[in-house]
């Protein structure tokens, strides 16, 4: 079963990876650069508040798999993140209307109101879409999930582009399309979930879910944040048109870290019933996952880095930003290696529940990364960002290798 799951899930990452690796050289064309830097602006904010997932859809997965799991355990978990969907839209929307109230010079990019009300709306879909997603992982229907995934990514990109065309290119059109899909998706995910959107658990449920998260929720959404953090950080401080750049070679690099998901997909619920059945195990699974993660991407990374002109090119990035977009894409493919064999550690770290590690480390790197945005961003955007990645996933290999070197038995 793991191997088919493995199979089905590397077949799902590649087809929606070659659906993403032409639907964005289409939109960079037919948007144009400056409204494709409008649309990734609101993507970046949509990518945030992804941090309000905190980390429940992991953490669903390891309590699915213990014996006393409560039978509503879904309904808890959807409950929990639509009421954080719905929380964090209202702080961010008045947040930011509140901002360009008081703040005169407030860049006008974060303005732009019905983009923001269609991004969170977008936000609250994919969300809910992918707790039911991992509900299927959990159960080990990752066939059926992969398949779903797929159809809908396929249809989201095949409508927004279709529209774009005969439409209008406009920002709001890409995003109408998006969120006409994901509104069906989410239908028909309910559907087959046979639980009601509407019902809900008690709001006493729903805090329990938030406290027994604890810790371990804010770790992975501090996590998820620093992941964001350069496209919340950079429309500030460049044109939109250099944004755009600089928005699709980072989409462009980060396709490749997606060639781990399905592994860590398949491998992450045994992991966490290995560990919770044998703990003695931990540490030769851990690192042995580690390595193979790293080995797989290492030569795929390095001819990346090759042709990095070639695969610049493909996505229409000028001459005039070449050299500077070079910079971003190496540092981001050497990031992404880091991040590999970090993520094999970062597995057995959550099964643990080594919360106040986890957030240790990524509140350490928010504020390294946040630095490098600040003191280079405006002077030496691209190379800022590169050092950013590099930093992200240097601190986090580093921080975890050294407490299961050295510091697991002192520290608990």
């Known amino acids: 079963m793991t191997f088919k799951n493995i199979v ?9 990876g070659l659906i993403n690796i032409f639907s964005l050289s289409l939109y960079v064309k037919w948007l144009g ?9 609101y993507l970046a904010i949509m990518n945030g508040l992804m941090v309000l997932e905190m980390g429940i859809s992991q953490i669903y997965i390891a309590q699915y798999h213990k014996q006393d799991a409560p039978s509503n355990l879904f309904l808890k978990f959807r409950s929990t993140l639509l009421s954080l969907v719905l929380a964090g839209s209202l702080v961010t929307f008045t947040g930011l209307l509140v901002l360009s109230w008081v703040i005169s010079d407030f ?17 609250g879909f994919n969300l809910v879409n992918n707790f039911y997603y991992t509900n299927l992982m959990a159960v080990g229907r990752q066939v059926e999930q992969n398949l779903r995934w797929v ?13 774009v065309v005969f439409i209008s290119n406009l920002p709001e059109i890409y995003f109408l399309a998006f969120l006409m899909v994901a509104g069906l998706e989410l239908w028909m995910n309910g559907k087959t979930a046979q639980v009601p959107l509407t019902a809900f658990c ?53 396709y490749f870290l997606q060639l781990q998901y399905p592994i860590t997909k398949a491998l992450f619920p045994a992991l966490a019933k290995k560990i919770n059945l044998n703990p003695q195990s931990a540490g030769a699974a851990m690192w042995q996952q580690a390595f193979i993660l790293g080995g797989v991407l290492a030569p795929l990374l390095l001819i990346a880095a090759l042709c990095a002109d070639q695969i610049l090119g493909f996505y229409s990035v000028p001459k005039v930003y ?20 970090y993520h094999g550690i970062y597995m057995r770290l959550v099964v643990e529940g080594r919360d ?36 992200i996933s240097g601190i986090q290999l580093l921080g975890s290798a050294v407490f299961y070197r050295w510091l697991r038995h002192a520290i608990r």
């Open 8 to 16: 089905a899930n590397y077949i799902g990452t590649g087809l929606v």
């Open 33 to 41: 650069m400056t409204q494709w830097g409008e649309v990734a602006t």
């Open 107 to 123: 860049p006008t990019i974060y303005q732009r109101w019905d983009l923001l009300l269609m991004a969170l709306g977008l936000f």
């Open 151 to 163: 159809s809908f990514v396929l249809l989201k990109n095949v409508l927004a582009l279709t529209m």
């Open 202 to 254: 008690r709001w006493a449920e729903i805090i329990s879910v938030v406290k027994q998260s604890g810790l371990i929720s804010l770790a992975i959404g501090l996590g998820v944040l620093v992941f964001s953090l350069d496209r919340l950080v950079m429309p500030s401080l460049m044109t939109s048109e250099a944004f755009g750049i600089y928005s699709a070679v980072v989409t462009i690099g980060l």
């Open 322 to 341: 070449l050299e500077n977009a070079r910079w971003l894409f190496h540092g981001i493919l050497f990031a992404v290696l880091i991040n590999a064999v």
């Open 356 to 391: 106040r590690l986890i957030a240790f480390i990524n509140f350490s790197t928010l504020v390294v990364v946040l630095s490098i945005l600040i003191g280079l961003g405006a002077a030496a955007p691209f190379v800022a960002g590169a050092l950013a990645w590099c930093s």
